[in-house]
């Protein structure tokens, strides 16, 4: 199966082209505000270095959130127009476990880690075993304050955390490997489809998660980068 797999959740910008898990081409770009610019010329140019045309695109895989408000949107309304206009599955992958799957840990607790705002990140808990990678705590929005009140201490951090200081008794994952990757998208999303998980593209939205700030409810108000205030 030959997929295109977009990442645009983050301040980074990827496509990349797999057949079925193995990697033929990718792209990867940390230029601040340039995901509609960019999008559009790395599919076309990792297309090219590849060979193939867009007919050849037999599947989807988009990373789905949470992440920045107009990067969701610039992917996935180009993964939904792909989709449906080639009428070809689209599967959808939470960001946050693109970089729990990242993380070089063989087994143990990870917590992934996205900036929502200055003091403020979306975070899960996976658990990495022999049979692979769970979830075992479900996405939510913390004040840096208190994470370390939410994740367990033998949690290794992986993610936005670099504008603070580390905090204490916690393994943190190298920035190398804290960088989103489409071609891990990519290779998330072909299982998905594998089991059958395929969405309906005009149902498929952002996983925004809102509505796990901490603290009291309030309407979401987005700065001009994307991020929730």
Request: net charge neutral; hydrophobic share 45%; charged share 20%.
């Amino acid at each position: 199966m030959k997929l295109l797999a977009i990442e645009t959740a983050t301040p980074i910008c990827g496509a990349a082209l797999t057949s079925g898990e193995t990697l033929v081409v990718e792209y990867r770009a940390a230029i601040r505000n340039a995901h509609g610019r960019l999008l559009t010329q790395a599919i076309d140019r990792i297309l090219t270095d590849a060979g193939w045309q867009p007919d050849d695109i037999e599947a989807l895989a988009v990373s789905i959130g949470p992440g920045s408000f107009t990067g969701l949107r610039i992917g996935l309304a180009l993964a939904k127009g792909i989709a449906l206009a080639r009428g070809i599955p689209i599967a959808a992958v939470p960001t946050l476990e693109v970089l729990a799957t990242q993380a070089p840990v063989d087994k143990g607790l990870i917590a992934p880690l996205i900036r929502s705002r200055a003091d403020e990140y979306y975070t899960a808990l996976y658990e990495r075993s022999a049979t692979g990678l769970a979830a075992v705590q479900e996405v939510r929005i913390l004040p840096w304050g208190e994470i370390a009140q939410a994740i367990p201490p033998e949690a290794v951090l992986i993610g936005g955390a670099a504008d603070h200081p580390p905090l204490p008794g916690y393994r943190i994952a190298p920035a190398s490997s804290a960088l989103p990757s489409a071609f891990t998208v990519a290779r998330l999303g072909w299982r998905r489809l594998q089991q059958g998980r395929r969405e309906n593209p005009d149902l498929l939205e952002p996983l925004y998660l809102q509505e796990f700030i901490v603290g009291k409810p309030k309407q979401p108000v987005f700065s001009a980068e994307g991020h929730a205030r």
